[in-house]
């Protein structure tokens, strides 16, 4: 079975503060996908990155980067320069290749950010 | 950009009513998914679809849930007698392929029982 774990519920910065958004997974398929996505308070969901799991390099997307290290089951999340905008709930989550039934996306818990002026 | 679409975006409902809830998936999308979100949780999966089939389903999709495609654009899910429990965020997403492709989210349906 698979499994998404984000700790941190809640995480509260002063803007322009660095922040990382932890995300740990388990899963049994050689070939897997990992995301994050963007929850705001008007309650879309919002895709950021897709990885697969052959593809460790680390991404960096203006102020979003991502370290994804296998070693560790992690692919983690962190903003740079925060600023209020980025007030969401964030989702890691975990999805199968082609080994498995699908691409049915197991979501982590969510980490509440609140990036305070 | 493309995106899906979702309606209503809230709707109440008394307990033991059928709801619809509607999608227009993005439109070169092959595969189809609802998932549910009860409000403060993580979200869950509750069905994909494929070639007019439910490819795979969850636990939580039990008989009084079913879905449908009734013509080329929309997609559907129809629970047949609410309960309070179905209180939640439906959402309504599309991948262009299986197997790890991006799934996009529509803006989701709010569904509240009474």
Redesign the interface.
Same mark, same amino acid.
């Given at each position: 079975a698979q499994k998404v774990t984000q700790a941190q519920t809640e995480i509260s910065v002063v803007e322009k503060e660095d922040v990382t958004l932890d995300c740990v997974y388990e899963t049994r398929d050689t070939t897997y996908y990992l995301f994050w996505y963007k929850q705001p308070p008007s309650g879309e969901l919002v895709f950021l990155i897709r990885r697969n799991s052959f593809d460790e390099q680390n991404e960096i997307s203006g102020r979003y980067s991502w370290n994804f290290q296998k070693s560790t089951s992690s692919f983690n999340f962190t903003i740079t320069a925060s600023q209020v905008v980025d007030s969401a709930v964030y989702f890691c989550a975990l999805s199968g290749g082609w080994e498995t039934s699908g691409s049915r996306l197991t979501f982590g818990e969510g980490t509440q950010l609140t990036v305070n002026p | 950009e493309p995106e899906v679409t979702q309606t209503p975006s809230h709707q109440v409902t008394q307990m033991g009513q059928e709801v619809i809830l509607r999608c227009v998936p993005i439109s070169n999308h092959l595969?189809f998914?609802w998932?549910r979100q009860i409000l403060g949780?993580?979200? *869950? #999966?509750l069905v $994909?679809f494929y070639n007019n089939e439910i $490819? *795979?389903k969850?636990e939580i999709f039990d008989d009084q849930f079913s879905v449908e495609r009734p013509d080329g654009s929309n997609f559907t899910l129809k629970i047949r007698s609410t309960k309070l429990e179905d209180s939640a965020?439906y959402?309504c997403a599309s $991948?262009e392929r299986? @197997? @790890?492709?991006?799934?996009? #989210? @529509? *803006?989701?349906s709010?569904l509240t029982v009474v």
């Open positions: - | 595969y998914y998932y949780q993580k979200v *869950e #999966f $994909s $490819s *795979e969850s965020m959402f $991948s299986d @197997g @790890g492709n991006t799934i996009y #989210f @529509g *803006e989701g709010w």
